[in-house]
């Protein structure tokens, strides 16, 4: 009898299993099998901002086509500015620099090695900017695991593993670490892989409904545009940035739910004051030190998080990593901005500054290059130009 019903449910499972593994290779709406970066560079190429339907995951070759596509393009001029930061330093964007030619280098979730890499990237083509901003995170310099709480996915700290480059960029890590003169041959970097994520995907009932609704929606998985915000599309802008807040208007009571949630979760997790003793942080040393020798101006920058996220993760009114940092740039005449605590730039409540509970919206990473103007006119960077102009 149970054999029997065994094999009914087969009879049902298989055949429908394999109906939305074709569809979800066939449509691939999210791009987990058929690379969709090549044509979002072609985009940027073109000076156009790039309107994608699902977020793909693959930001590391997303870095390399956009340089191999400038490079065929006969664009082989460097930039005046780049970042390399993730998606806390994603609002940073040319708006701040009119006067530069600017490109934002975000990788989500992205870490110090990361960082090394675009380095290796950058050096190898022979097209290191002028000015170079380098954005800290709580993680820069810390592993983080993904953790399922209440049906989501969490990334949290986990210092018990070594840090992880985007699988994408394993190869320019090397690159970068041997321009550090960092690379030993008892170094074996660990990829931040989601290729099995990416596996799993393709079993997904949830990516199938995507792929269904992409194929009647009639609507185009990747498009061109002039907006930097476009209904149902996900846009990453021309010169790289993008906004986390550009789909809907902020809830701010949601917002502050989920900040006690983040609180919740990460309690004494989040700034780890072991990393200024970390490998990583000094491998963040090495990178600016030799980014100078490279006639590069390095600038750090720290985006606040969520003034709930600071008030309840943080001890005082310091971090010290942040302490660290400050003292390192100061020795080697390094202008840091920003920082962790959100009370510094009167950021003192939710309200509509934060998507959640480290991510500021634009105007408030606006706001912190606006208030440090002055500093940054040190270095030759003008923001804002037009001095009627305050974000």
């Known amino acids: 009898m149970y054999k029997k019903l065994i094999l009914k449910i087969a009879i049902l499972v298989i055949p429908l299993t394999i109906l939305i593994v074709i569809i979800n290779i066939k449509v691939d709406s999210g791009f987990l099998l058929n690379n969709r970066s090549r044509q979002i560079a072609r985009i940027f190429a073109s000076g156009r901002n790039?309107?994608?339907?699902y977020v793909p995951s693959d930001w590391g070759f997303l870095q390399i086509a956009i340089i191999e596509e400038r490079l065929n393009q006969k664009d082989t001029l460097s930039k005046d500015i780049l970042v390399f930061g993730t998606s806390r330093s994603s609002e940073i964007s040319s708006d701040i620099f009119p006067q530069n030619t600017f490109f934002n280098c975000s990788i989500p979730n992205g870490n110090v090695l990361d960082y090394i890499a675009l380095y290796g990237l950058y050096k190898r083509y022979k097209i290191l900017p002028e000015y170079l901003i380098i954005a800290v995170d709580p993680w820069t310099f810390h592993a983080r695991k993904s953790i399922k709480i209440n049906k989501e996915i969490q990334a949290v700290t986990d210092i018990s593993i070594p840090l992880r480059v985007n699988s994408d960029l394993i190869n320019d890590c090397y690159t970068g670490?041997?321009?550090?003169?960092?690379?030993?041959?008892n170094l074996k970097l660990k990829k931040n892989n989601s290729s099995l994520n990416d596996i799993v995907g393709f079993f997904s009932p949830n990516y199938f409904q995507n792929n269904i609704r992409s194929i009647f929606g009639k609507k185009k998985n990747i498009i061109e545009t002039d907006s930097a915000n476009v209904n149902s599309y996900f846009v990453i802008l021309s010169d790289g940035s993008y906004s986390l807040s550009q789909q809907s208007r902020i809830d701010s009571v949601l917002v502050k739910d989920e900040s006690y949630?983040?609180?919740?979760?990460?309690?004494?997790?989040?700034?780890?004051?072991?990393?200024?003793?970390?490998?990583?942080?000094?491998?963040?040393?090495?990178?600016?030190?030799?980014?100078k020798k490279d006639g590069v101006t390095p600038l750090v920058y720290i985006s606040p998080v969520n003034p709930i996220v600071f008030d309840n993760l943080s001890d005082s009114a310091s971090v010290p990593l942040e302490?660290?940092?400050?003292l390192f740039c100061k020795d080697n005449m390094i202008l840091r901005i920003g920082?962790?605590?959100?009370?510094?730039?009167?950021?003192?409540?939710?309200?509509?500054?934060?998507?959640?509970?480290?991510?500021?919206v634009k105007s408030v990473v606006e706001n912190i290059f606006y208030y440090h103007k002055n500093e940054l006119m040190t270095i030759g960077l003008t923001t804002f130009p037009d001095k009627s102009h305050k974000p």
């Not at 670490?177 to 041959?185: A, C, I, M, R």
């Not at 302490?323 to 400050?326: A, G, V």
Request: no cysteine; aromatic share 20%; charged share 20%.
């Open 50 to 53: 790039a309107g994608i339907r």
């Open 177 to 185: 670490l041997k321009f550090l003169e960092l690379y030993g041959t």
């Open 261 to 291: 949630k983040f609180v919740s979760i990460h309690k004494s997790k989040f700034f780890i004051s072991s990393d200024t003793n970390s490998i990583y942080f000094g491998y963040f040393k090495k990178l600016l030190i030799s980014l």
């Open 323 to 326: 302490e660290k940092i400050d």
């Open 339 to 360: 920082s962790f605590n959100p009370h510094k730039y009167n950021l003192n409540s939710v309200s509509d500054f934060f998507v959640d509970g480290y991510h500021p």
